[in-house]
């Protein structure tokens, strides 16, 4: 789900960035209390104060995101291609939760009356989201279940990568079931990248 990709960027994002929490907990707060004032009616100038709050926190919030996917991208397309190497290059797309060619601010104000309507916001870096594609195709719609399974082990063993190289600390990897949704074949693949990694699994 969108939710447990945003937490998979955010956990990283605590543990690597310390400057991160601050700017996430201002971000969550401004949308809790938007949110409750959306419930009221409110006109555009009662809610312009938590609209700059909002939109200045999620600013930092979504430029922390993109920053750590793009640089957990080379570290997922190379685990991605020895999964799946019967597969063209995987690829890695962010989307921001709101039009990327407006600030946040400037939106927020085009959707105030969709926000209005809904009674809570509907745009924001509280709906971003990260896809991966491969051959052209979109995950959820084209592939199979241990397609899935490999890129999101890809994804997972990429994140561990990315965290060693800036902490020089090894996560401990927890694997329940592993084998399920995967042939003899590609089982073989994960567990020789596993094996030849530092960390305790």
Not at 48 to 71: C, H, M
Request: net charge neutral; proline share 4%; hydrophobic share 40%.
């Amino acid at each position: 789900s969108s939710d447990n990709r945003r937490r998979f960027v955010d956990w990283a994002l605590f543990h690597v960035e310390p400057d991160f929490y601050p700017h996430w907990r201002r971000f969550n707060r401004a949308l809790k209390q938007r949110n409750a004032l959306l419930k009221t009616q409110p006109s555009a100038n009662e809610l312009a104060p938590w609209d700059i709050e909002f939109a200045e926190a999620g600013e930092v919030v979504n430029q922390y995101r993109k920053s750590y996917l793009t640089q957990l991208f080379p570290y997922f397309s190379e685990l991605a291609h020895t999964f799946l190497p019967e597969s063209e290059q995987a690829e890695m797309q962010f989307i921001c939760g709101w039009r990327e060619e407006l600030a946040l601010q400037d939106a927020l104000r085009i959707n105030l009356e969709r926000d209005r309507a809904a009674g809570f916001c509907t745009i924001g870096p509280h709906r971003a989201d990260w896809k991966t594609r491969m051959n052209q195709q979109m995950l959820a719609e084209h592939f199979s279940r241990g397609q899935a399974k490999l890129l999101a082990l890809a994804a997972m063993m990429a994140q561990a990568q990315h965290f060693h190289a800036q902490t020089k600390i090894w996560p401990v990897l927890c694997f329940d079931d592993l084998a399920s949704e995967l042939d003899q074949r590609h089982l073989n693949g994960v567990l020789t990248q596993l094996s030849g990694t530092a960390a305790q699994i």
